[in-house]
């Protein structure tokens, strides 16, 4: 889906999995508190993991002139009976200078239109202090439910994650 001249969000092929690779551990590394995984913990996953990654999931990008991964965020869905129901959206970042002009926005619109053909809802957590993506989501209709306090530790320092849902139908 074209964004216009420079950008276009599109799901991102496994021959992709060294851009993925790349800018999923430039987010971890940059940004540690908004994601519940670590730089560490997925530095050392081979090329292999991140390959089937995203030959197995919907996992999306914004690309610049077709070829530049800037933006990324993925859609889980349960393959469990009785959760079904939900998608989380996970593993959404943004290079730092190609924010600010609708990108995520147009990623997380992709996100629930893929969402609204397998499942009913889409749940996410956000460090709570990131106020820019809870704005993003409330704009888009998602909806705070709770706070996890202390959800995350990064060395001696805890961060709080809110709770944020979207229904689909």
Same mark, same amino acid.
Do not use: C
């Given at each position: 889906?074209?964004?216009?001249?420079?950008?276009?969000?599109?799901?991102?092929?496994?021959?992709?999995?060294?851009?993925?690779? $790349?800018? +999923?551990?430039? &987010? #971890?590394?940059?940004?540690?508190?908004?994601?519940?995984?670590?730089?560490?913990? *997925?530095? %050392?996953?081979?090329?292999?993991?991140?390959?089937?990654?995203?030959?197995?999931?919907?996992?999306?990008?914004?690309?610049?002139?077709?070829?530049?991964?800037?933006?990324?965020?993925?859609?889980?869905?349960?393959?469990?009976?009785?959760?079904?129901?939900?998608?989380?959206?996970?593993?959404?970042?943004?290079?730092? $200078?190609? +924010?600010?002009? &609708? #990108?995520?926005?147009?990623?997380?619109?992709?996100?629930?239109?893929?969402?609204? *053909?397998? %499942?009913?809802?889409?749940?996410?957590?956000?460090?709570?202090?990131?106020?820019?993506?809870?704005?993003?989501?409330?704009?888009?209709?998602?909806?705070?439910?709770?706070?996890?306090?202390?959800?995350?530790?990064?060395?001696?320092?805890?961060?709080?994650?809110?709770?944020?849902?979207?229904?689909?139908?």
């Amino acid at each position: 889906m074209p964004i216009n001249n420079d950008y276009t969000v599109k799901r991102i092929p496994p021959s992709d999995a060294d851009l993925y690779k $790349e800018l +999923r551990l430039e &987010g #971890l590394k940059d940004t540690p508190e908004a994601f519940g995984a670590s730089y560490r913990d *997925e530095s %050392t996953n081979a090329r292999s993991y991140y390959y089937t990654l995203l030959e197995n999931h919907d996992v999306f990008g914004v690309y610049r002139n077709t070829d530049t991964l800037v933006g990324i965020a993925a859609l889980a869905l349960s393959p469990k009976e009785k959760l079904k129901h939900k998608g989380t959206l996970w593993g959404m970042y943004i290079k730092p $200078e190609a +924010r600010g002009n &609708g #990108l995520a926005k147009q990623l997380v619109l992709q996100i629930i239109k893929i969402a609204k *053909e397998t %499942t009913e809802e889409i749940l996410l957590t956000v460090v709570a202090s990131n106020v820019s993506a809870i704005t993003l989501y409330k704009k888009l209709g998602f909806i705070e439910y709770g706070t996890e306090p202390r959800a995350l530790k990064i060395k001696d320092r805890y961060y709080d994650e809110v709770l944020m849902r979207l229904p689909l139908t």
